[in-house]
């Protein structure tokens, strides 16, 4: 089992950029696929990001297709989400998650952590 704690989230202008960060707890951390998810107002949680357990893979939704990066240390036992060039539409609490298998399917995430809200204004 793993324990997540997201932080990094706030308020930014569009345009700006935000690094979110999540903190794992557990040896076992190095052993599972990351994602990150996201839900907005009043919109069913959807993906983000996602990286292998390795880090040699990432996959990421089109939406945020060269302006957000997931990368991970596991020696820190953290995985991070850089985003650029926010824009109005990326605001959502966002969710760091650990799956068994590198998942870009909601359902496929085992364990969530608390959310962290972004809030992007125009």
């Known amino acids: 089992q793993v324990q997540l704690v997201e932080s990094g989230g706030g308020l930014v202008q569009a345009g700006g950029s935000l690094r979110l960060s999540c903190a794992a707890s557990?040896?076992?951390?190095?052993?599972?696929?990351m994602g990150w998810l996201r839900q907005a107002p009043g919109k069913e949680r959807e993906f983000v990001a996602a990286i292998s357990r390795r880090g040699s893979a990432t996959y990421y939704t089109d939406s945020v297709k060269g302006r957000c990066t997931i990368s991970r240390d596991d020696a820190k036992n953290t995985v991070y989400l850089q985003m650029n060039s926010l824009k109005p539409e990326d605001t959502a609490v966002y969710y760091c998650?650990?799956?068994?298998?590198?998942?870009?399917?909601?359902?496929?995430?085992?364990?969530w952590g608390q959310g962290t809200r972004v809030t992007v204004s125009s």
């Open positions: 557990g040896r076992t951390f190095s052993s599972y696929a």
């Open positions: 998650a650990a799956a068994r298998v590198f998942a870009w399917r909601t359902l496929e995430y085992d364990y």
